[in-house]
């Protein structure tokens, strides 16, 4: 009877190493929490691409908007925890537990609820207005803004979201009052400006990039501790006397009670496609540079991250929505 219950243990574990061993066994969804366009959907497109070279199955992107990337967030960190739904977020991930507190609200989600696959890339957000706006610099914009408190408009790509929480920390270092227009996603939010619906954003370099240099938009400051070498004429914040900080990263999570070695295989994955020529080569493109920490230094980097936006967060306190 004991050789029989030995056997059976054997087989059993054996069975579960083999199912371990076949992961992936199925396509897998990379749910990206904004429309198409913005900084998460640039980078997970080619993300997910090059993971289905090296899991060899399908890595399907969903764009599952709303609350300004909380929906899709809550999503993921509900999900079954087996490995098949990914989440590619941005620095966003940190701030809504944060203000859903400040606004009364139970969060949708924790940190706690995800755990880091790896970190892909890290940019500073720039300050942008349209090329024929009457901002000239930085200081034209605060002037006005100072002369018309809550009149100069800005779109973002949802309450709270990242480029919202940038130009309030950006107001609230100058001292001045802006109108908050909000969209669902940085996608939104960029056409917003273009067409004449509102006169400035923050928008992560890789979305404007392409604008700035068309001549269709112009870069009047950066979130940056020094000039961005894409942007090198563009003063930072700091430099002109203002304390605001703030980049925009990405990065693929999963939900927190995944298997360790499910998320090891999806390291491995991540780690083999962010240091791949294409990527580099598809990131260039779009004027994104690659920043890649696995998952143990993207704990600490997130970590960080989210300790300093808590602090802005609360500094700023509720927004009232107009």
């Known amino acids: 009877m004991p050789r029989i219950l030995v056997s059976l243990l054997i087989a059993f574990c054996a069975a579960g190493a083999s199912a371990q061993d076949a992961y992936p066994s199925k396509p897998l969804t990379m749910v990206v929490p904004f429309p198409p366009g913005g900084v998460a959907d640039i980078v997970g497109r080619p993300l997910a691409a090059g993971m289905h070279h090296v899991l060899k ?169 020094k000039r961005l070498q894409l942007l090198p004429e563009i003063p930072t914040f700091r430099e002109l006397g203002y304390d605001a900080e703030f980049y925009i990263w990405s990065g693929v999570f999963v939900p927190a009670a995944t298997p360790a070695p499910v998320a090891a295989r999806l390291r491995d994955a991540v780690r083999e496609v962010a240091n791949s020529a294409e990527f580099k080569s598809a990131m260039q493109k779009v004027e994104t540079p690659v920043y890649y920490l696995d998952a143990p230094d993207f704990q600490k980097y997130w970590e960080r991250d989210a300790a300093r936006l808590k602090l802005a967060l609360e500094r700023i306190g509720k927004v009232e929505e107009k």
Do not use: C
């Open 57 to 225: 199955q399908p890595v399907v992107i969903v764009n599952r908007t709303g609350a300004g990337g909380a929906v899709g967030m809550a999503s993921v960190a509900k999900a079954a925890a087996d490995g098949y739904t990914l989440l590619m977020s941005l620095s966003s991930i940190s701030i809504f537990p944060v203000s859903d507190r400040i606004n009364g609200k139970a969060p949708a989600y924790e940190l706690k609820d995800f755990a880091p696959i790896a970190l892909v890339t890290a940019d500073p957000t720039v300050l942008v207005v349209r090329a024929d706006s009457r901002y000239k610099t930085l200081k034209d914009f605060v002037d006005a803004a100072q002369a018309n408190p809550g009149k100069i408009n800005y779109s973002s790509s949802g309450v709270y979201g990242t480029l919202h929480v940038a130009m309030e920390i950006f107001a609230n270092a100058a001292g001045i009052r802006l109108f908050h227009v909000p969209y669902q996603g940085g996608g939104p939010a960029v056409t917003a400006l273009l067409g004449g619906q509102v006169e400035a954003l923050a928008s992560g370099p890789a979305a404007a990039i392409g604008q700035i240099k068309g001549g269709k938009m112009r870069a009047l400051a950066s979130w940056s501790d």
